[in-house]
């Protein structure tokens, strides 16, 4: 990685602000995002694709710009993979960074490895000290490796478009103005029961 590690943990201190916790994730989404700027190069408008949503966007977000509410940033975290790509929006060109677990060692980095394969001990879920130490662990795993268990790829967008914005509608039920997928759509998507995430108390 072409920077000092002073200068690489002080972005990683910054990020972490910014997410509010001091996820391992945050360090290594540091590294890949700096991986993928680099080989992209400079470009007037970028996109990016996240394919996990943990930690990851967060990182992508405030070292990138790349936001979901300017739309530059699509989640497609269905896929599950700690793996992202840029893209220059004018050409379509891009690059696309990930884990290569191949290149994690479960014998050198054992923490690591286990991070990745999820696989690490059930206490970190319940126990906070816990958490915490093989979050740190994890970090000093990887600082020792740094870029060389990133893999990246050239790639081509299939769709840089930016998404339909539909026409509103006022809801017959809870008369409140919603993006309507067509224009003979009555119920939100609360309403209808299609998303529903909140109940209204007595």
Do not use: W
């Amino acid at each position: 990685i072409s920077m000092n590690t002073s200068e690489f943990l002080s972005i990683v201190e910054r990020v972490y602000a910014f997410h509010g916790r001091r996820a391992p994730g945050i360090v290594i989404g540091v590294a890949m995002v700096h991986k993928a700027v680099e080989l992209l190069g400079s470009v007037k408008k970028q996109i990016a694709f996240v394919e996990s949503r943990a930690c990851l966007p967060d990182v992508v977000q405030y070292l990138c710009g790349c936001t979901i509410g300017n739309g530059d940033l699509r989640m497609v975290d269905k896929i599950g993979k700690y793996a992202f790509s840029l893209f220059d929006r004018d050409t379509g060109k891009g690059v696309r960074v990930f884990v290569d677990i191949n290149k994690i060692s479960l014998e050198k980095t054992p923490e690591l490895h286990k991070f990745f394969m999820r696989r690490r001990d059930p206490a970190v879920r319940t126990d906070k000290e816990a958490r915490k130490a093989s979050g740190e662990q994890v970090v000093k795993e990887f600082l020792g490796v740094f870029d060389e268990i990133i893999g990246s790829e050239k790639i081509m967008g299939l769709d840089l478009s930016k998404p339909d914005i539909y026409e509103a509608n006022i809801c017959s039920t809870c008369n409140e103005s919603f993006a309507a997928p067509t224009r003979d759509s009555e119920l939100c998507p609360h309403c209808s029961g299609e998303l529903t995430y909140y109940k209204i108390c007595e």
